[in-house]
């Protein structure tokens, strides 16, 4: 079975950068999209970033042109580079599969806090 661990969140000011990790567990991943969701206090957990394979990427318009998802599967390790954080950015990260539900399987996430 696939674990996943997060890692690299943390508090950060209003403009400032965060790069996330993954860590899966698994041959299946280097196979896989794999993607980057975030759940908003309060709100349901969102897709924000995608990554197939081979490296083809998609984004949620909310992060498109400050986030950038990139991945090693060398390393099975999946990463999300955040620029130009903003408040509505807090949240607890989780990577997944795409399409992954939420009767799933979820690591623990980690926790960003973008302050003003």
């Known amino acids: 079975q696939v674990q996943l661990v997060e890692s690299g969140g943390g508090l950060v000011q209003a403009g400032g950068s965060l790069r996330l990790s993954c860590a899966a567990s698994?041959?299946?991943?280097?196979?896989?999209?794999m993607a980057w969701y975030r759940q908003a206090p309060g709100k349901q957990r969102e897709l924000i970033a995608s990554?197939?394979?081979?490296?083809?990427?998609n984004y949620a318009d909310s992060v498109k042109g400050r986030f950038t998802i990139s991945r090693d599967n060398a390393k099975n390790t999946v990463y999300l580079q955040m620029n130009s954080l903003k408040p509505d950015d807090t949240g607890v990260y989780y990577c997944?599969?795409?399409?992954?539900?939420?009767?799933?399987?979820w690591g623990q996430g980690t926790q960003v806090t973008v302050s003003s």
């Open positions: 990554i197939t394979s081979r490296g083809r990427t």
């Open positions: 997944n599969f795409l399409g992954a539900s939420e009767h799933a399987y």
């Open positions: 698994g041959s299946i991943f280097r196979i896989s999209t």
